[in-house]
């Protein structure tokens, strides 16, 4: 049987998605990409864009489980407060839908692609490309890092199911 993982990467200008489809333990691509938000549009404008958005993305793509990275701190405040925001707008679409969340923070991501938990964005694009099979990278690279938090969740939960 067929399971299906979204994968999330946060943000309010760009929000990265990837949605894996897994048969016989064999992840492979269904969908990937992002939702872009206008940097002058007021935020809450941005969230409404991004919770419809997401909310059309779960009702085409249909999954089972909803994967989002945990937010990173950086020393930007406000910028981490925002995208906490947009973080939780997703959670709230994919919660309405009835799709179980689990959350990995980036270090947990990169451990489970690459071995190493301070890999860099082109290690952890190539892991992302050899997992599902890919002949390019996944572009751009908010929809790769969507992506890799579907397999980190595929990879983590295999005890789980």
């Known amino acids: 049987m067929a399971r299906r993982i979204l994968g999330l990467d946060p943000g309010t200008g760009i929000f990265g998605f990837g949605?894996?489809?897994v048969v016989r333990q064999a992840p492979k691509m269904v969908t990937g990409g992002v939702i872009t938000t206008p940097k002058h549009t007021p935020l809450p404008d941005r969230l409404v864009e991004i919770y419809e958005v997401l909310?059309?993305?779960i009702?085409?793509?249909?999954p089972d489980e909803v994967s989002i990275e945990k937010l990173y701190f950086t020393s930007n405040i406000s910028t981490a407060i925002s995208v906490a925001e947009a973080?939780?707008?997703a959670m709230l679409a994919a919660h309405q839908a009835g799709?179980?969340?689990f959350e990995y923070n980036p270090n947990q991501i990169k451990q489970a692609l690459t071995g190493y938990g301070k890999a860099d964005k082109k290690q952890m694009q190539e892991m992302v490309k050899q997992a599902l099979g890919l002949k390019m990278v996944p572009k751009p690279d908010d929809a790769a890092d969507a992506l890799a938090a579907a397999i980190t969740h595929l990879y983590l939960s295999r005890g789980l199911r």
């Open 19 to 21: 949605v894996i489809e």
């Open 55 to 57: 909310r059309e993305i």
């Open 59 to 62: 009702e085409e793509t249909r």
């Open 87 to 89: 973080r939780g707008v």
């Open 99 to 101: 799709v179980p969340i």
